[in-house]
């Protein structure tokens, strides 16, 4: 049995310790238990692996890359023990105060766009057609100057027999390719199809005419993905820049 012991919020960085014992009472000495993390390498663990001692407890620090805003993730510990898997798993909330604004945006469609999505469920892939419509915000503010509060992206899809949506948005980190295109990963929650936390990453580079190709990816670790590449027209509200621009 292995127990693991998370704070609710880790600021930065935090220490957490566990137990892993057999039979539930007797103590595993000795043994490696192995970090890990949903989304993936969110955050790092110094050691991995910790090493069980004679009590069967062990520890670990984990630290959060600076400019991590507040995001939920899934923490993992895992170990062999006489040939058996032994897991502990903790939902916990992590954040680093973050670093300035790389850029500022605000996307977002038109209209609804046509999109063809891929759907894997625990095994099962099958392809879908239907509308979808996202939009996101970073940072942003009309005025020069960026504001980190500012963080939100959702997404909807529908299509026949499913329907989708991403919501409450919240970045891991994003870049900007001048005017034009931008990149943001994040997680968000998914309620329909599919339910829970997701990984979730969103491409758009917009052409001369103002149409977005949109690459959207969404998974959550255990099997579960969505997947669109389409084409769809910007919003007249679309604004992508550096901190200094004024829209």
Do not use: H
């Amino acid at each position: 049995m292995l127990t693991l012991n998370v704070p609710e919020v880790i600021t930065c960085q935090a220490v957490i310790t566990g137990t892993l014992t057999c039979a539930e009472t007797t103590p595993v000495e000795g043994a490696e238990v192995f970090f890990s993390d949903f989304p993936e390498d969110t955050v790092t663990y110094d050691p991995n692996p910790a090493v069980t001692d004679v009590n069967g407890d062990f520890t670990t620090t984990v630290t959060v890359p600076v400019g991590t805003p507040l995001v939920s993730i899934t923490i993992e510990a895992s170990a062999i023990v006489f040939g058996e898997v032994q897991m502990g798993f903790a939902g916990t909330q992590i954040e680093c105060p973050p670093v300035e604004c790389p850029c500022k945006f605000r996307i977002g469609l038109r209209d609804e766009a046509k999109a063809q999505a891929d759907i894997t469920d625990r095994g099962k892939s099958f392809s879908v057609s239907g509308e979808i419509n996202v939009s996101a915000i970073q940072c942003f503010q009309t005025e020069p100057g960026c504001n980190p509060d500012v963080d939100d992206f959702n997404i909807s899809f529908e299509g026949k027999k499913v329907e989708l949506r991403f919501f409450q948005g919240r970045r891991i980190d994003f870049s900007c390719d001048g005017d034009r295109s931008i990149r943001l990963r994040g997680t968000a929650i998914a309620k329909g199809y599919f339910r829970g936390v997701f990984d979730v990453s969103i491409e758009v580079t917009i052409d001369d005419n103002n149409i977005g190709t949109w690459i959207i990816n969404a998974d959550n670790g255990m099997g579960q993905s969505f997947s669109t590449v389409f084409r769809g027209r910007m919003s007249k509200s679309t604004s992508i820049g550096d901190c200094g621009l004024q829209f």
